[in-house]
């Protein structure tokens, strides 16, 4: 079996779709729970964004207000001493120039703090052409567009807008202060990740829901497996019994599957005892006929008329003839043996050497991979009834071999007149008898396809038939591995 065909019959299996199921269960409530938490948390931190902002955006605007109502020759002044200080909460320059600030990705919190600091610096100071952008530390150029903020004496601002080893966003506000100096303002946001992107799907997020999937699946298997052994083995008991083979249940395992090997054992010892009387009651019939047959024989030799005599005596062979097709339907269907690996190509080879002696009437096309196992005498009863019928109907048995690891076909194809499709199923039916050539099969009661296909369903096969389009009956015996 490949492996396509393992994981499909895998699939179409109870444990295979109840583990389907708790699997996209769990992930569908593990991603479903994750976008609630994340939609409130969202919520909530745009809320904290925009009150933080706003206390932001104040402190921007009164520093902003301080700086330009210093006079012109002080602002360097005062700069300078802060940088001197290590800074203040904000980091402050004049500069000659617009500092180009490389952004980081855009996001719905920016634009928060954003409208925040803007709408603020407007109400505020009536300033509406203030620059704002946000940066990541590492590449935040202050003073020129040449010059890093890493680059700087750590006392000039490194205490301000550095926290090792974290490394949240800072926040730039630029505003031309007159035609000649930019006012250069940057502060560290409050909370390092807020400007983060969020997603149900986050690293941590998947790791836990692989965790959480992999934890249920483990101990669904070991539920299942315990649940569905019960199961698989009841399952080969009734093929086992199907084909034969009678053995008691063990009664373990949880209270209703306890009580279907009960059953189940019930069930196997009322069939059983159901075949045995049947055996004994064929065999009582046999034995109880053959002495009134024998005494009518017996009078029937001592009739004076001879017409009376010959009819009653073709009468009574028939009779007996019958009773003998019904001993025998009940031994050759019911043979008690064992299973044991048969040698099928041995056998069909005797019936090919036989039938050979007097013209070539049996091929053989095809091999088998492995042996059979099965009933042999039940087995070669079959296939000799299938053999001898196409051998007498139609002169010729073609035998066709088709083997792998999951089934085994044989086909046996004759040249006689074929069988009418509305007598195909009757055929099977005990005591029916196809006329070959315009007269019945001396010796033969019509039993041996209904044997045959007995046989063949013991062993959990069937046995079809078809016409075959360039004449002929093809009579195939299909029979399963395992």
Known sequence: MTTTKRIKRWFQSLTGQIVLIMTFGVAAMQLIGSSIWLHQVEADTRENVREVSKHMAFRIAATVSYFTSLPQNYRHIVIDQLQDMGGTRFFVTLNREEILINPIPDSPLKDIVKDQVQSTLVKQLGISNAKIAFSSPDDLHVINNHTRLVDLPERWGHHSLLVKPLTPPIIVIQIPINDSDWLYLASLMPDPYFLEETSPLSRD????????????????????????????ILARAAERFGQGDFKPLREEGALEVRHTAHAFNDMQARIQRYLNDREKLFAAISHDLKTPITRLRLRAEML??????????????????????????????????????????????????????????????????????????????????????????????????????NELCIYICDNGPGIPDAKMDDVFQPYTQLAASGSGRTGSVGLGLSIARNIARAHGGEITLRNRDVGGLEVRLWLPRH
């Open 205 to 232: 997020r998947i790791f836990s829901l692989i965790v959480s999937v992999t934890t249920v699946l483990l101990l669904t298997l070991l539920i299942l497996r315990r649940t569905t052994r019960p199961l698989a």
């Open 304 to 405: 004076d008329e001879e017409d009376v005599r010959d009819a009653m005596i073709r009468d009574l062979e028939d009779l007996d003839l019958l009773v003998k097709g019904a001993i025998q339907s009940v031994k050759e269907t019911d043979i008690h043996e064992n299973r044991v690996e048969i040698d099928l190509m041995r056998f069909l080879k005797d019936i090919q050497q036989s039938a050979n002696r007097l013209a070539n009437a049996v091929t053989i096309q095809g091999n088998l991979l492995m042996p059979y196992i099965g009933k042999p005498l039940a087995i070669r009863r079959c296939l000799g009834n299938l053999i001898d019928n196409a051998l007498y109907y139609g002169h010729k048995a073609d035998i066709r071999i088709e083997d792998n690891e």
